[in-house]
């Protein structure tokens, strides 16, 4: 049984509100006690970000996270655009020890070549399987992870989970990172993804699922409107 949830959430400053909002989801929910690490690349003095394909701060740095709980135990990661609607810790009980990490297995081709910030929205296998990792992080195989050798692996190999066998990644229910825009509307969805952009970017105040969102960021507002 665990006594604490281990999550590590992507931050960019360009877009903090969505961490914040994130986070007050996660602790609205949670059964456990949060420990929560923002994985803010300017508090990560043990780790050189030398990638220059980043359309966020934390494309990278997310493989960090079993290197980060002492390849010990069980962490999630999970991008920070996103509202939990589910205690984690229903997430955690679906870990899997003879798996190394756990994921949903998205299979789909995006509806818009540009997402948020102006950043370009590729096609690429495993799109999205990164984005919300349950992580075993005492696999043998994640000893590899070091900040120096993540810092010298390309995208590719790092977001499709290259150190490790197919059969090594096991799956989660699609509820646990369901796509808003990109999925039809599931406002019922443990785990909703603002992946195109989340409604705090005008472009998406009024898009798929954004109530859900916006409702969550007034609370962090002390229940007022932010405008």
């Not at 920070?80 to 679906?94: R, S």
């Not at 509806?111 to 690429?124: C, G, Q, R, T, W």
């Not at 990172?177 to 599931?186: C, G, Q, R, S, T």
Request: net charge negative; hydrophobic share 35%.
């Amino acid at each position: 049984m665990l006594k604490k949830a281990k999550v590590f959430v992507g931050y960019d400053p360009r877009e903090s509100v969505v961490y914040h909002t994130f986070i007050q989801s996660l602790i609205e929910k949670s059964s456990l006690p949060l420990e929560i690490t923002p994985l803010a690349v300017s508090t990560l003095s043990f780790y050189n970000e030398t990638h220059d394909d980043k359309g966020n701060d934390f494309v990278y740095s997310r493989f960090l996270t079993p290197f980060m709980s002492n390849f010990e135990g069980w962490s999630i990661y999970a991008d920070g655009d996103m509202i939990c609607q589910a205690d984690i810790n229903e997430l955690l009980m679906l870990r899997d020890e003879s798996k190394a990490l756990q994921v949903v297995k998205h299979d789909y081709q995006t509806k818009s070549s540009s997402k948020y910030l102006n950043n370009k929205n590729e096609n690429y296998p495993r799109k999205n399987w990164s984005s919300v990792i349950l992580w075993n992080c005492g696999h043998p195989k994640h000893k590899i992870l070091t900040p120096d050798f993540i810092s010298t692996q390309t995208g590719k190999f790092l977001h499709r989970f290259s150190w490790l066998s197919d059969g090594d990644i096991g799956e989660l229910p699609i509820e646990w990172n369901w796509l808003a825009i990109e999925y039809p509307d599931n406002p019922l969805a443990k785990l909703i993804h603002y992946t195109l952009g989340a409604p705090c970017f005008k472009e998406y105040r009024n898009s798929s699922l954004a109530e859900n969102w916006l409702n969550m960021q007034k609370k962090i507002y002390g229940g007022m409107d932010p405008d």
